[in-house]
Nanobody
C-alpha cells in the first residue's frame, strides 16, 4: 500500500521558516515526479512546487525565491523548505506523486496524495 506522510507543519510568525517533509512508503518514487500543493480555506488546491525524477524543479510565482523543493531518493523523501513566510502562505500543504517522471503543475496529473499538514503564518 502506497503512503505519503507529510510532517513539519506548524505555527510560525511572518518572516519565519519551516521545512516540510514527505516520506513515501509502499514503493519507491525515485523515478517519479513529486510535488507540493496547498489549499487554504474556501479556495481550490493550488500548485506550489514540483521536482522531476532528475531533480529539475519548478515553483509557483507566488513562492519563487522563498520556497525550495528537493528530494532524497535514498530516503524516498521529498522536502519543501519555506523561508520568508507570509500570512497568505497559510494553508494545508499536501505532498503528491506522479506515475510519470516529468513534473506537472496540474493536480490532476498526480496519482498519490498525502493527508496534508497545516501551516499557519501569523502576522
Amino acid at each position: 500500500q502506497v503512503q505519503l506522510v507529510e510532517s513539519g507543519g506548524g505555527l510560525v510568525q511572518a518572516g519565519g521558516s519551516l521545512r516540510l517533509s514527505c516520506a513515501a512508503s509502499g514503493r519507491t518514487f525515485s523515478g517519479n515526479a513529486m510535488g507540493w500543493f496547498r489549499q487554504a480555506p474556501g479556495k481550490e488546491r493550488e500548485f506550489v512546487a514540483a521536482i522531476s525524477w532528475r531533480g529539475t524543479t519548478y515553483c509557483a510565482e507566488s513562492v519563487k525565491g522563498r520556497f525550495t523543493i528537493s528530494r532524497d531518493n535514498a530516503k524516498n523523501t521529498v522536502y519543501l523548505q519555506m523561508n520568508s513566510l507570509k500570512p497568505e502562505d497559510t494553508a494545508v500543504y499536501y505532498c503528491a506523486a506522479r506515475s510519470w517522471s516529468g513534473w506537472s503543475m496540474n493536480r490532476f496529473d498526480y496519482d498519490y496524495w498525502g493527508q496534508g499538514t497545516q501551516v499557519t503564518v501569523s502576522s
